[in-house]
Structure formats: structure tokens, C-alpha cells
């Protein structure tokens, strides 16, 4: 087995200088750092890495704490966080909390015991329990999707590229999220303009902050048509599709029932549609429906979904920059960072069918209020 000494030799350099190299300890001119990897790859060297953490005390893995199994929309963020970890030379050591504080704590607690370098989460709706071991033990940890904390005014520098928006989230804690009130607020006006007078929303587990601002931008979108808020029509189908059904077949058993649903995520959705066939509604005949999270079948229904497409593997990218950012410079202040939606107009809200432009998957998305001088 090729040792580190062997590297050194055939690169022509110090040991030190490998072990620069290898665990980024110091700047090395870019030839003498390509000729130490050229070398590594040569001689099919593998680094200890047990003895680079004793070293470094790094082990170069981040733990992520996301629901991916249970929520269809976290498996294409993991999918942007494993390519960012990789890219960076990072290791990813994944866990399940389901959405339960319990299960949450404790699958953040056995992250952290394995020495990871810093976490991303996806809280719960009561993150409490685990915000308190956080920072007991001072983990680097960056909230995804969901904020734990008011995002505030911009105080730093925004450095996170074109999209990002740096202000105070959760004392000590960064995040990383998307758009949720202005898109949201989209298709209520979007429903509004074809005519709809009842708009319904099903909305998602309470004490999210996603659904809070979900539900903040269905009254900001009602407000902005003309049209009077009524409790009846904002129906809790908490984030699963299961209660969503229930949710809806309540909305449709109502004396006023609703001309138009927006549902605020993919896995309600599904529920929604089942209530829908099951009381034998039509869309978008009988009621028109718009949807919070675009999926990779959306565009297989018929009629085709009409939705908000979140930047999932972004903001999983994003995520993993913001949390190295972190571990680069521990006592920067902590930063709440927004990525815009994308409006995917299609026929399920009534729309007719509009030929898809050049290069297009079969949708026509246009930027949401939120997108609007940004890009991702």
C-alpha cells in the first residue's frame, strides 16, 4: 500500500506539502498541488483519515437530519447536498427524524457523536429540544427549508451569489430556505383572474414556518384580488397526503363549496386528488386546483398541474456552501438565505393548454413577485 512518503517522492516535494494538499492545511502554488494529486492518483494512494482528523480535528462528513423517506421533496434537496458535500471533499452521513422532535433529537444527538464537521437540519414544527442541544455543544448547523427563527433585516454583506439574501435568522444559527409567501400569494391571484371567487387552502402541519408563510401568502393573494378572507375555506391537511384527502372532502362537503383549491405541497396534493376523484369532481371543470411543489410526474396528470417549483437541489447546494462558510469562519453572524420560485403555468387551474417553449420539459414557468432582478 503507497504511503504518503511514496507520494512525496514521486511529486517531488516535502511530506508536509502532501499533507497540505490533502487536508487543505495551507495554500500550495496550483502546479505543486496538481503534481501531489497526479501522484496520489498514480500510485492509487487512499488517505488515513482516522489519523487526518487527529490531525485536523476534522472529519470532513456533515450530518443531514431530513425527512427524505417520508417527504418525496426532500430526496431532490439530499440529492443537491450530496453533490455539494462530494464536490467539496466532504462525506454525508444521513438521518430520518420523520417529523417527530423525539426521533429528531435523537438522530441529531448520534450525528453529532459520530465527529461530524456541522449539520443540516430540517427542523420540526417544535424544534425547541433540539435547538437547546445545538448549542449546548456549539454545533455548527445550518436550518433548511423550514426557519426556526424570524429572518430580519439585511445586516452583513449578502455574499451567497445572485438570489441569496443575508439578514438575522435564528440567534447563532444560519438558513437557508425558499420563497414561500409571494408564491403562494401567485396562484391566488393567478385563480383570482380566471374568475374564482372561493379560493380554498389546504395547508400544512402548524407550527412549520412554511406553513405560516404558505397560509400568510393565501390571505396577502386574497387581499390583493378584492377578495374576503372566510376560516372555512383555509383547512389544515398537515403536510401529508392522508390529511389532505380528509381536508378536502371537508371543503367539498360545505354549503358554499370552493371553485378552486391550492394545495401547499406535493404529498397533499396527491391527497387532494384522491378526495377530488372520490367525490367525482372534475378538474378543472368542476373545481380548478393549483399546487405548492412541482414534482417530476406533474407534468404527467391530466390535466397537467399548474404549480410553484422550488430550486430544491439549490437550496441542498446552498445549504452545504453556507454551513463550509460556517466552519471556515465560526464567529461570522448568522445569515437567513432566500432562493426564488418558478411559476409553472399549465392546465390543471383551467388555463388552456399553451404550446411549450424551445427546450422546454412540456410547461411554461415565469417568475414569481420574489424572482424578479434575481437568479439562482
Known amino acids: 500500500m503507497a504511503t504518503m512518503a511514496d507520494v512525496a517522492r514521486s511529486a517531488g516535494v516535502s511530506v508536509a506539502t502532501v499533507s497540505h494538499v490533502l487536508n487543505g492545511t495551507r495554500p500550495v502554488l496550483p502546479h505543486t498541488r496538481q503534481a501531489v494529486l497526479d501522484a496520489v492518483d498514480a500510485l492509487g494512494y487512499t488517505p488515513n483519515t482516522l489519523a487526518r482528523s487527529l490531525v485536523t480535528s476534522r ?25 455539494a458535500a462530494l464536490e467539496a471533499g466532504y462525506s454525508l452521513l444521513i438521518a430520518d427524524p420523520h417529523d417527530d422532535p423525539r426521533h429528531e433529537r435523537k438522530v441529531v444527538r448520534l450525528l453529532h457523536e459520530r465527529r461530524v464537521d456541522g449539520l443540516i437540519v430540517a427542523p420540526s414544527a417544535e424544534p425547541g429540544e433540539l435547538l437547546g442541544y445545538l448549542r449546548r455543544h456549539a454545533v455548527p448547523t445550518v436550518f433548511l427549508d423550514r426557519l426556526v427563527g424570524p429572518s430580519g433585516p439585511e445586516d452583513v454583506p449578502p455574499d451567497d451569489g445572485p438570489g441569496g439574501a443575508a439578514g438575522l435568522g435564528a440567534p447563532g444559527f444560519d438558513q437557508v430556505c425558499a420563497e ?27 407550527g412549520l414556518s412554511t406553513t405560516d408563510e404558505r397560509i400568510s401568502g393565501y390571505r396577502e393573494g386574497l387581499a390583493a384580488a378584492g377578495l374576503a378572507y372566510d376560516d372555512a375555506l383555509l383547512v389544515s391537511g398537515h403536510s401529508e397526503s392522508a390529511g389532505a384527502e380528509r381536508a378536502t372532502a371537508a371543503l367539498l362537503g360545505l ?32 373545481i380548478a386546483l393549483c399546487c405548492f411543489d412541482d414534482f417530476a410526474w406533474a407534468d404527467l396528470f391530466s390535466p397537467r398541474l399548474t404549480a410553484i417549483a422550488q430550486p430544491s437541489r439549490e437550496l441542498g447546494a446552498r445549504a452545504v456552501r453556507v454551513l463550509l462558510d460556517r466552519l471556515a469562519e465560526p464567529d461570522r453572524p448568522a445569515r437567513t438565505v432566500r432562493l426564488p420560485c418558478t411559476f409553472v403555468h399549465r392546465t390543471s387551474c383551467g388555463c388552456p393548454e399553451e404550446p411549450a417553449p424551445a427546450g422546454a420539459a412540456g410547461h411554461t414557468p415565469s417568475p414569481t413577485p420574489s424572482e424578479k432582478g434575481t437568479a439562482t
Do not use: C, K, W
Not at 188 to 205: C, K, N, Q, S, Y
Not at 255 to 282: C, F, K, Q, Y
Open 59 to 83: 472529519t470532513r462528513s456533515i450530518g443531514l437530519a431530513v425527512s427524505a423517506i417520508s417527504n418525496p421533496y426532500f430526496t431532490e434537496i439530499l440529492q443537491g447536498v450530496e453533490a
Open 180 to 206: 414561500s409567501a409571494a408564491p403562494t400569494a401567485r396562484l391566488v391571484t393567478h385563480l383570482a383572474e380566471l374568475g374564482h371567487r372561493r379560493i380554498a387552502l389546504v395547508a400544512g402541519l402548524p
Open 255 to 286: 354549503p358554499e363549496p370552493p371553485t378552486a383549491l391550492v394545495t401547499a405541497n406535493n404529498a397533499m396534493t396527491i391527497g387532494a386528488l384522491r378526495a377530488l376523484r372520490r367525490h367525482g369532481r372534475s378538474v378543472p371543470d368542476d
